[in-house]
């Protein structure tokens, strides 16, 4: 009987498959022989293609010295408050999101080479987002002014999604794959951020040691090069290394989804008990709608990574339940802006978060009816997948009104 576990067990494939996921190294090492032995197998042919299969048009198309070139293009521009005559709280809040974005995006533009009228909306879009952040006014204490800033970046992630789906950008599954990326690649960021900050600490403790206080420079430089870059590298990562393929988003999801369940409810009944009103606390209500987009976030990317089966699972009941308990916090929540707004008059702050609550409110609403249809029904999930993929656009609306409209109507106060 040949020790080769391949050539005992070429005609079981679960025994093949079950003697790859035991030791993937030893598998490798005795396909390489058995080929040898029987070259002509089918099984073999296959598994061999499997394991040696290379995404190479990615990899080819983007190297890791173009890599290394858009990232220091991009901290170069972020530190011109540095080497040029411009103030740095002026620059920093309008640039550094821009910045950060567009070299994503020269990432993307670089390997799925769009058609020039995708490329001309990218780059038009681009230039007209940098001009408009030149010339709005200087005003620190303007709202509209500082909601523009907050929105315009998320303006930019539209362009961003343009980038990454290229003339596929009207396909739902195209924009689920975006979805997915944004998930991955916030993990991968914020992987890197924090092995950066293990190096950080190192490297300073090091050379404090031998008596060479490098911490200005350290921070004004490596420190910056870092956090600029930190999503450039995690969208290589993610798109060149893993070939896209989701794998950290939809589970973490899924495990955070139960627990910000049973936090939700805990923290509705507290405030109960409690006696709290968001009706009259500022900072409660700020509180609740920082929830309702971490939830729809949670809810969104668990469907985007859930498997197309019909029969409904355990993480589906919690998502109903989740979303369900969301949507009451947003019913109280945007009953509360709504009273602040007809007691303490109109503000752009209250227009803003009014507009986010409603939208959220309805997405919400949406996915609830598709999810209890799904699960009633043993539907499969296109009709979840359309819901989500069909209301990004209105986020962009959104996020361009506030953008550009609002400071305008409010004359920049």
Known sequence: MSNNLLLANLNQPDALEAAYHQSPQKFEAQLKDALEVTPDSETLKVWHARLSYCPAAVVKNFSI????????????????????????????????????ITAVIAYFVSTTKPSRRILKMIV??????????????????????????????????????????????????????????????????????????????VTLGLFSMIGLNI??????????????CAPLVATYLFDAIQNRESKFASILSNVF?????????????????????????????????????VILALTIFSISGKKRIAEATLSDYINVSLISATLLVNAVALSAILFRLS??????????????????????????KAYIKHIRFNDNLSQLETTIAKYLP????????VAVIFPLVFWFK
């Open 215 to 228: 911490a200005e420079w350290y921070t004004q430089y490596v420190v910056v090069f870092g956090l600029v």
């Open 257 to 293: 989804a139960p627990l910000f369940l049973i936090t939700v409810l805990v923290y509705l009944i507290a405030t109960l008990y409690q006696g709290k009103s968001p009706f009259t606390n500022r900072d409660f209500l700020i509180t609740f709608n920082g929830l309702l987009v």
């Open 394 to 401: 209105l986020y962009t609306l959104w996020s361009f009104i």
């Open 124 to 201: 038009g879009g681009v230039i007209a987002s940098a001009g408009y952040l030149a010339l709005l006014p200087d005003t620190h204490h303007s709202a509209s002014v500082i909601m523009a800033l907050v929105h315009l970046p998320m303006f930019s992630l539209s362009l961003l999604a343009l980038s990454f789906m290229g003339d596929d950008c009207k396909n739902v599954e195209s924009r689920l794959n975006f979805i997915r990326y944004l998930g991955e690649m916030l993990i991968y960021a914020m992987l890197i951020l924090l092995g950066g900050m293990v190096l950080t600490g």
């Open 343 to 368: 007691e303490y008059g109109l503000t752009v702050n209250r227009v803003v978060v009014s507009g986010a609550n409603i939208l959220i409110f309805f997405h919400l609403s949406l996915l609830l």
């Open 65 to 100: 010295s173009l890599l290394i070139a858009f990232c220091f293009i991009t901290s170069i521009l972020a530190k011109l408050p540095t080497f040029l005559p411009i103030e740095g709280d002026w620059y920093y809040p309008r640039y550094i999101p821009i910045l950060i």
